[in-house]
């Protein structure tokens, strides 16, 4: 069986991200919609989900991985993220920062 994950020299080492955000009642569909929007053109973003919970109908999961904490960082200056950050913070009832990970490797991740 091929390997499908890599894993990054240490001085490569990703920056990853787990959040939950509650969207207001019956703004989730809207929310994820806005937060997708902003996706193209993040430097060093290697992967950013936004994944629906099942057993909530207001929260939603992001998980990003990045090249580096700085380039996570960086992103938050880019008009598209800030553009999204303002039409989407109505819609947030409140978010939730889980994790900071250190991503190893995984399908799509070739480590920067």
């Given amino acids: 069986m091929a390997a499908c994950a890599t894993r990054p020299e ?12 509650a969207a207001t009642p019956g703004a989730r569909d809207r929310l994820s919609a806005i937060l997708l929007t902003g996706l193209r053109d993040m430097p060093g973003c290697l992967s950013y989900v936004v994944a629906n919970d099942p057993a909530d109908p207001d929260a939603l999961w992001i998980t990003e991985a990045w090249d580096s904490p700085e380039s996570h960082r960086a992103s938050l200056a880019l008009p598209s993220v800030q553009a999204a950050i303002a039409e989407g913070r109505p819609l947030i ?3 939730q920062r889980i994790a900071e990970t ?11």
């Fill in 10 to 21: 240490p001085e490569t080492a990703m920056y990853g991200l787990i959040g939950k955000f």
């Fill in 102 to 112: 250190q991503p190893v490797g995984g399908h799509g991740l070739t480590g920067a």
């Fill in 93 to 95: 009832a409140g978010m």
